[in-house]
C-alpha cells in the first residue's frame, strides 16, 4: 500500500506511527492526534500492543541488574507506611512461637502493678496481656490490656506512646493463623473500655493483641493497614 | 504454570490488594525492571528513583493490565520503560552517545542466542532486526533502549534529522513486513 522509498514525503502507515508511538518519538501534535485515534480504532489499538509485545524482546539483551535492598524498603514505605519493614506476621510469629516470651510478660504485667482489675470478683477467667512495642527502635509504646470473660469487658491502659496527629492506634485481636479482628480505635490516653463483641471467643489463652497506626478514624478495610506498633500475647490470669 | 501465567496470577492478586503477591512479584521482576531503568537513565540513583515509581503504579494500576491487550511482562517493561523515558526527558535535553553508523558491524548485535527467555516471538524480533542494514537497526535499539528522540540520534550520528526520521520509518515499515511473515 505504501511505497516504503516514500515515507517520508506521503502519509505515514499506521503500523509505523504506531511502532514511533511505542518508541517514544512522536512529537507533542503527532502524540496528541495518535492518543485521541486509540480512544475509538480498536485496531490501532491492538497494533500498537503488538509492537511493544516485540520490541520487549530487546530487553532480554540487558544484563540483569538486582537493585539494592532500600528500593523495596522505600516502596513498601511509601505503600504502606511509615516505618514498616515486615508483613504482619512477619512481627508477629516470634510471639506465636515464644511461648515462655509470653509467660514472662504476663509476670511482668503482674509484678508491677499496673493494672487494676475491673472489679474485685470476677465470674469468668480473665486473661491479661502486656503489649510491647513490635519495634523497639522505632517507637517508644506500652499497654495493658485485661479482659474479663465473665462479664465481656476489655479494659486497655495505654501506658505510653500516643498516635502520632492525624493518626490513632487501633486494637486487633489474633487468634491462632485467623485474620486479625478489629476491636476498635483506642483513645488517645487514659483508659478503654470495650464491650467485647459477641461473634468472638471468649477463650483467648495463647491469642494475641496488636496495636497498629491507622488513618484517622482507624482501618477503613478491615484489616491492619498500617505499621504495627505493639503487640502482646494473652495469658490466663 | 508457565512464568508469564505466574505474573499473570501475581498481578491478578495485586489487584485485590495481596501484599505478598507483590513482593513476590518484586522479586521475580525487579532485576529485568531494574536494568530497564538503568539503561534508559545511566544513573543508579535516577533508575532506583524511577523503580520505585514503577512499582508504585504497577501496585496501583495492577487491575489495569488486561484492558491493553499486552501480555503480562510487556505491560510491566512497558510501563517501567515509560517512567524511566519520561524521568529522562524531563531532566532537560542531554547529549546521547556518540554513534559513528559507519563502524556499526552486523556481527555486533546479539543474536537469540543471547536472550535470557528466548520464546519464538522474542526470537522472530531479533531474526527480523537482523535483517536490516546494521546500521539501521542500531537506530531502533537506540530509540527503544536508550529513549533517544530523532533529535538526540540526529545529534549523536551526525545525520540530518529528515533523513534519521526517513530512515527509521522506512526501517520500521521493513521490520513489520518481516515480523507478520
Same mark, same amino acid.
Given at each position: 500500500m505504501t511505497d516504503?522509498?516514500?515515507?517520508?514525503?506521503?502519509?505515514?502507515?499506521?503500523?509505523?506511527? @504506531?511502532?514511533?508511538y511505542v518508541l517514544g518519538l512522536l512529537g507533542p501534535e503527532e502524540l496528541e492526534a495518535f492518543e485521541a485515534r486509540l480512544d475509538t480504532e480498536e485496531d490501532l489499538v491492538i497494533e500498537v500492543a503488538r509492537w511493544a509485545d516485540h520490541f520487549a524482546a530487546?530487553?532480554?539483551?540487558?544484563? $540483569?541488574?538486582? /537493585?539494592?535492598?532500600?528500593?523495596k524498603r522505600a516502596i513498601d514505605t511509601r505503600l504502606f507506611g511509615e516505618d514498616e519493614r515486615k508483613s504482619l506476621f512477619g512481627w508477629l510469629w516470634p510471639y506465636a512461637v515464644g511461648g515462655i516470651a509470653a509467660a514472662m510478660l504476663a509476670f511482668v504485667a503482674i509484678d508491677t502493678g499496673l493494672v487494676e482489675m475491673p472489679g474485685q470478683v470476677a465470674d469468668g477467667p480473665v486473661y491479661r496481656a502486656d503489649l510491647e512495642p513490635?519495634?523497639?527502635? #522505632?517507637?517508644?509504646?506500652?499497654?495493658?490490656?485485661?479482659?474479663?470473660?465473665?462479664?465481656?469487658? &476489655?479494659?486497655?491502659? *495505654?501506658? *505510653?506512646?500516643?498516635?502520632?496527629?492525624?493518626?490513632?492506634?487501633? &486494637? !486487633?485481636?489474633?487468634v491462632g493463623e485467623n485474620a486479625p479482628v478489629s476491636l476498635g480505635v483506642l483513645p488517645d490516653d487514659g483508659v478503654a473500655l470495650i464491650s467485647w463483641p459477641d461473634a468472638l471467643p471468649r477463650d483467648v489463652d495463647g491469642a494475641l493483641f496488636a496495636v497498629s497506626e491507622e488513618p484517622d478514624g482507624g482501618s477503613q478495610t478491615g484489616a491492619p493497614t498500617g505499621p504495627i506498633r505493639a503487640v502482646g500475647s494473652i495469658t490466663l490470669s | 504454570?508457565? /512464568?508469564?501465567? $505466574?505474573?499473570?496470577?501475581? &498481578?491478578?492478586?495485586?489487584?485485590?490488594?495481596?501484599?505478598?503477591?507483590?513482593s513476590l512479584l518484586y522479586d521475580r521482576t525487579s532485576a529485568k525492571l531494574f536494568s530497564v531503568c538503568l539503561r534508559v537513565l545511566?544513573?543508579?540513583?535516577?533508575?532506583?528513583?524511577?523503580?520505585?515509581?514503577?512499582?508504585?503504579?504497577?501496585?496501583?494500576? @495492577?487491575?489495569?493490565?488486561?484492558?491493553?491487550?499486552?501480555?503480562?511482562?510487556? !505491560?510491566?517493561?512497558?510501563?517501567?520503560?515509560?517512567?524511566?523515558?519520561?524521568?529522562? +526527558?524531563? =531532566?532537560?535535553?542531554? =547529549?546521547?552517545?556518540?554513534?559513528?553508523?559507519?563502524?556499526?558491524?552486523?556481527?555486533?548485535? /546479539?543474536?537469540? $542466542?543471547?536472550?535470557?527467555? #528466548?520464546?519464538? $516471538?522474542?526470537a522472530?524480533?531479533?531474526?527480523?532486526?537482523?535483517?536490516?542494514?546494521?546500521? +539501521?537497526?542500531?537506530?531502533?535499539?537506540?530509540?527503544?533502549?536508550?529513549?533517544?528522540?530523532?533529535?538526540?540520534?540526529s545529534d549523536a550520528t551526525g545525520v540530518k534529522l529528515n533523513t534519521i526520521r526517513t530512515w527509521l520509518r522506512r526501517s520500521l515499515q521493513q521490520l513489520r513486513e518481516c515480523l507478520v511473515q
Open positions: 516504503p522509498e516514500n515515507t517520508s514525503g506521503g502519509a505515514t502507515p499506521d503500523s509505523v506511527l @504506531a511502532a514511533e530487546m530487553v532480554d539483551r540487558l544484563p $540483569e541488574a538486582t /537493585p539494592p535492598g532500600r528500593v513490635a519495634d523497639p527502635v #522505632a517507637a517508644n509504646i506500652s499497654l495493658s490490656a485485661v479482659f474479663d470473660a465473665g462479664r465481656g469487658v &476489655l479494659e486497655v491502659a *495505654q501506658v *505510653q506512646g500516643l498516635a502520632p496527629d492525624g493518626r490513632d492506634h487501633e &486494637l !486487633w485481636l489474633i | 504454570m508457565t /512464568p508469564q501465567q $505466574e505474573i499473570e496470577n501475581l &498481578l491478578s492478586k495485586i489487584a485485590l490488594g495481596d501484599r505478598n503477591a507483590f545511566k544513573d543508579r540513583t535516577e533508575a532506583e528513583e524511577a523503580l520505585q515509581e514503577a512499582f508504585l503504579r504497577i501496585w496501583h494500576r @495492577a487491575n489495569m493490565y488486561r484492558t491493553n491487550g499486552y501480555s503480562p511482562m510487556t !505491560w510491566l517493561i512497558t510501563l517501567t520503560r515509560n517512567i524511566a523515558i519520561d524521568r529522562y +526527558r524531563k =531532566a532537560g535535553p542531554k =547529549a546521547s552517545e556518540k554513534l559513528d553508523l559507519a563502524e556499526v558491524v552486523a556481527d555486533d548485535r /546479539p543474536g537469540p $542466542e543471547a536472550q535470557v527467555v #528466548a520464546s519464538g $516471538e522474542r522472530r524480533l531479533e531474526m527480523c532486526l537482523k535483517e536490516l542494514p546494521a546500521d +539501521r537497526a542500531v537506530l531502533i535499539e537506540r530509540a527503544y533502549l536508550d529513549g533517544d528522540t530523532y533529535q538526540q540520534l
